[in-house]
């Protein structure tokens, strides 16, 4: 199967408006909110809600980035070398808002290390988590807080989504792995 687009540049900036708000509502405003993205994606998704809650409420939010692979529990088991990247906080979870970003949402695995190396940096008030892409197939019993788009898809489908800050275009895509390895990475 060829790469099928799901998601334009549009469609992520109206899924990330309406996140945004979500977010607002739910925390009954700005105050005390931080945003940290799992890196890579999480990461500009972070600072693009960040800078649309700015827009709305003339509030800067913090933005953080998290690397998550020293707490990952199947490094080995993908197939692949991982880097290790920098995790900067330039603020202190500490009884903070923490909303944590991410791409795509897929077995919750991502999450618990992201919880888990958060938790290792700070005692936050409450950990939520806002996502752009939410496939289904939990493995763990995690759930978003925020979703931009419930996309179902089988196992051996891949999500991709390809942003401006780090691919040069903005759209959410799916492929099928025939003939690949049936799990994507």
């Keep these: 199967m060829a790469e099928k687009i799901l ?27 931080a945003f940290v993205g799992i890196k890579t994606r999480g990461v500009p998704l972070a600072q693009r809600l ?6 709305m409420e003339q509030v800067d939010i ?4 998290l690397d998550i692979t020293l707490y990952r529990d199947d490094v080995t088991s993908l197939g ?7 995790t900067y906080l330039p603020f202190d979870i500490s009884n903070k808002q ?10 919750g695995r991502s ?33 978003a807080d925020f979703v931009g788009k419930n996309i179902p898809t089988a196992h051996n489908e891949e999500i ?12 959410v895509a799916v ?5 690949e390895n049936s799990e994507p990475k």
């Design 7 to 33: 998601l334009n540049s549009s469609d992520i900036e109206r899924a990330l408006v309406r996140i945004a708000h979500e977010i607002l509502e739910h925390n009954k405003g700005a105050k005390s909110i």
């Design 50 to 55: 960040a800078k649309i809650i700015r827009t």
């Design 62 to 65: 913090p933005v953080g980035s």
């Design 80 to 86: 692949f070398k991982h880097v290790v990247q920098q």
């Design 98 to 107: 923490v909303i944590l970003v991410d791409d795509v949402f897929y077995t």
């Design 111 to 143: 999450i618990r290390a992201a919880l888990d190396a958060l938790m290792d940096l700070g005692r936050p008030q409450t950990i939520q988590l806002a996502v752009l892409i939410d496939r289904g197939h939990r493995e763990l019993p995690i759930r």
């Design 160 to 171: 991709k989504v390809f942003l401006s800050e780090v691919d040069a275009v903005d759209k």
């Design 175 to 179: 492929r099928r792995l025939d003939g």
